[in-house]
């Protein structure tokens, strides 16, 4: 049973009545956002309100970052953080099907600066020394996070709930940001991916793209070319909102080709704060009825996800240093796999 289409391209949806005071407004745009989410699970946003200088600022100071050599790059290696920032050189992660994709990254968290650390994915962020690197890094940070909050509220509207329902899981969510950088594949005997079939894990994404590249799974198992929009983000619903919504969304498989131009994406993987209960509201009718989601608790499901693709927490596991949470699952446990 596919909750997919079979579409052939990606809705695009302006969001600019999502800013409006006049609820009839936002409601308005939320039942866009809402088929959208229901049949394809991505679409384009336009009407979203970010700077493009801080755009710019941020995809300068990234290709000055990965400009950089291997060894000053590692001085900022994953593995030496507590919190899951840092550079993620090639081959560390690893997807579903255990292939090593084409692609390094740095991965930023909310700067939990102040308070002490208390769960792996929080705390504060490991930052390399390069002028305006933070600044620059934050600033997008702070922008995408705010436009997150208000597609969630466009969102929950979509699910005919108040628009205020989820507001009380994002108090300090470790919502990630990555900063991915795709070299130009042109060897023609090496046929990595830029990253592999997956979904994301989070409630959804806000994906800002250099590139083409991007390709999404429909529901007649095709994969549909999402090409650049300009001025557009890229959002996709992930697990957690898929099981908020009672299945009535859906997290959506995808991946990035083979690439043959360099290419930079930034996604913004939105999520509820660690210690929520995620699990189907009670007001959201399921969308299939035999179709039961179980209870995971939202930072738990997320280091597990985290813990089964990476290798310095796999060795960590291997060598007793961590464990597994309890509530976690295997990895490729939503979307179409789940299905199979
Ligand atoms: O690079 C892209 O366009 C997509 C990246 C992605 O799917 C991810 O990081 O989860
Ligand atoms: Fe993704």
């Known amino acids: 049973m596919s909750s997919h289409t079979a579409f052939k391209e990606l809705p695009i949806v302006n969001i600019s009545k999502l800013f409006s005071s006049d609820l009839e407004d936002r409601k308005e745009v939320a039942k866009e956002l809402g088929k959208a989410a229901r049949e394809v699970g991505f679409l384009y946003i336009t009407g979203?309100?970010?700077?493009?200088?801080?755009?710019?600022?941020?995809?300068?100071?990234?290709?000055?970052?990965f400009a950089q050599d291997y060894d000053t790059k590692m001085e900022n290696y994953i593995g030496k953080s507590t919190n899951h920032s840092g550079y993620v050189?090639?081959?560390?992660?690893?997807?579903?099907?255990?292939?090593?994709?084409?692609?390094?990254?740095?991965?930023?968290?909310?700067?939990?600066?102040?308070?002490?650390?208390?769960y792996p994915l929080l705390g504060p962020n490991q930052w390399p020394v390069m002028e305006g690197f933070k600044e620059n890094v934050k600033e997008y940070y702070?922008?995408?996070?705010?436009?997150?909050?208000?597609?969630?509220?466009?969102?929950a509207l979509a699910l005919d709930i108040d628009e205020n329902s989820f507001d009380k899981f994002i108090?300090?969510?470790p919502n990630q940001l990555r900063l991915i950088h795709y070299p130009a594949n042109l060897d023609e005997t090496n046929t990595q991916k830029g990253i592999g079939e997956h979904?994301?894990?989070?409630?959804?994404t806000i994906l800002l793209p250099t590139a083409p590249g991007l390709e999404v799974l429909n529901g007649n198992k095709e994969w549909i070319d999402a090409p650049l929009v300009e001025d557009a983000f890229v959002?996709?619903?992930?697990?957690?909102?898929?099981?908020?919504?009672?299945?009535?969304?859906?997290?959506?498989s995808h991946r990035v080709r083979k690439v043959k131009e360099e290419r930079y994406a930034f996604?913004?993987?939105?999520?509820?704060?660690y210690e929520t209960v995620i699990k189907p509201l009670d007001s959201i009718k399921p969308r299939f009825k035999d179709k039961k989601y179980d209870e995971v608790i939202c930072g738990e499901h997320l280091y597990a996800q985290t813990i089964h693709t990476f290798t310095y927490l796999k060795n960590?596991?291997?060598?007793?240093?961590?464990?597994?949470?309890?509530?976690?699952?295997?990895?490729?446990?939503?979307?179409?796999?789940?299905?199979?």
């Open 48 to 65: 979203h309100g970010i700077d493009k200088e801080k755009i710019a600022k941020l995809k300068d100071t990234t290709k000055k970052y």
């Open 89 to 118: 050189p090639e081959g560390e992660e690893m997807f579903y099907g255990g292939k090593k994709d084409k692609k390094e990254a740095y991965d930023v968290n909310y700067d939990y600066t102040e308070s002490k650390q208390i």
């Open 142 to 155: 702070d922008s995408a996070m705010e436009l997150g909050k208000v597609l969630l509220k466009g969102f």
């Open 171 to 173: 108090t300090t969510p």
């Open 199 to 204: 979904t994301d894990y989070e409630c959804f």
């Open 235 to 252: 959002i996709n619903i992930g697990d957690m909102l898929e099981v908020l919504s009672n299945g009535n969304f859906v997290a959506t």
């Open 267 to 273: 996604p913004l993987f939105f999520t509820c704060d």
């Open 316 to 340: 960590r596991l291997k060598n007793n240093e961590i464990s597994l949470p309890e509530s976690s699952k295997e990895i490729a446990s939503y979307g179409k796999f789940k299905d199979m």
